[in-house]
């Protein structure tokens, strides 16, 4: 039985959505637990009573420590405390890495946490990491990234020695900002099956196994690509709807439209991994539906089955201090 | 009649498609003069001979200067050299860039030159600056890519007071990393009508008239956006095939879908504004079709047509001036 926290408070549709979420997610091997206030309707799933609420707007640094009895801060600390196995919110993405840097502590040697997200690419799953945990970011994070996200998709997804990608603005070596070059030149000593440069363009195809950025290049792409996926289908929709041949080649269209919209539909994962935490902790959209809510919670059970965090215990440092070593004179 | 310099060996299809859009372009008020080998057949179009060729993957410094006669380097100097109104190019973005700060130069109080490009938003154009010429850039560079990138939308697509926003990973002014928090800073001081930060979710929605990020984000935000556009169409196209029902629906939607390619089609605008120089330069995609070429082309003597360098060169520099002063202690 595998106990997930729910932040119930966490995202623009608490706690309404949540709630549906972790009852649709709830089964015989999940165990979803709530952490929200006194009296929520829970539909029978065990609650946890908080006191406050993480806002979307509170800035991290201070909310983890003026707000230790909220939904966000207590359901990661279940995490810390080993009272759960992994923990899902829909909040304050900020917040959320704040309290888990201070409740469930980095893993030895890795220096920042990132995000990796799955991106549903048309050869397969591709991971993004950092998907916007770093805003900023220095080279040897970029490559500890690598390294994580090479954990990730050799045990999560079955890929093995996982082709590494640097987003960049062109695929030549040369094309890049200064930290895409210092970055490369570290993936080349790193041991890694490192490709060269990738550009945004091939996101949705799915060229490498894994796609190294920055938190805020890689958040930026991933918006980017969301937007313009629903705007594409937004618009397509618009245009059809204009005449009424257009609305009857609609109605035909209609169930491959919703194979494709399957794929691509950002709910479908439902989350994305902090990693290189001491537990685990998946981020779901500030925006989840309970879908999303529960396809997040089924993501949280499966990485605490596959033991990722002890897989990247095992890995990450290690191979980090190889590069590191590389990087210094 | 304006006189458009046109490299015929940039790009992935020179010269053949090059040429084919130059002639497309060719009218009574549109003049395109073709730069390259002699015997290069023009149909009828003004050849101005050159010698060699600036490859994609050469560097920009050392060619500039190593390959003095080359088609792209002749074209762009024609603009220095007051031989002709404006130049388009669809070769190397650096060497372009590299060729025009040499022979163009920079606007006086211009520090960096930078890409103007038109995204097909929803709503109607939106400006997004920079889309490339600089991989890595300063606050005060951006504030000066914000106010080009007004005086570009007053101008060319004749918004009154145009909404300046910052690419970013939030709308919340404390969302972003070391740059645009610094940026925003300054923008808020600039006399600009500053709006706060844009997500890239929002990117084809059009949800400002200017959106200003260094060259290394907005390129990878444009070709994500384009790999996007272009993936969700083929998929669709591969899901509506899938079927006989689904063939019969995408007949009857074909007219709704070649609508919205139309809007979304890279190749509407052809090219891009290098700006911020002594003089116009146009970049186009390196995968430019014949139609692509002929709206550069179109595109290029607009620019001309309104005098964008001159208005560029009553107001940027001064106002950039205002704003480097409000960001020194």
Known sequence: MIRVAVDALGGDRAPEEIVAGALLAANDE????????????TGGLELVETDGVVEMHE???DVVRAKPDSSLVRAVRAVGDGDVDV???AGNTGALLAASLLHIRRLPGVMRPAIAVMIPARRGPTVLIDGGANADARPEHLVQFAHMGVVFAEEMLGVTEPEVRLLSIGEEPEKGNQLTLETAALLVGSGLRFMGNQEGRVLLEGQADVIVCDGFTGNVALKTLEGAILSVVGSLRTEVAATVRGKIGGLLIRPAARRLRQRLDPDTYGGAYLLGLKGLVVISHGSSSRQAIANAIGLAARGVEHRLVDRLAGRVPERVVESSRSSTP
Not at 30 to 41: M, Q, T, V
């Open 30 to 41: 999940i165990k979803p637990i709530l952490y929200g206030p006194a009296g929520l309707s």
């Open 87 to 89: 923990v899902v919110s």
């Open 59 to 61: 800035k991290p640094a």
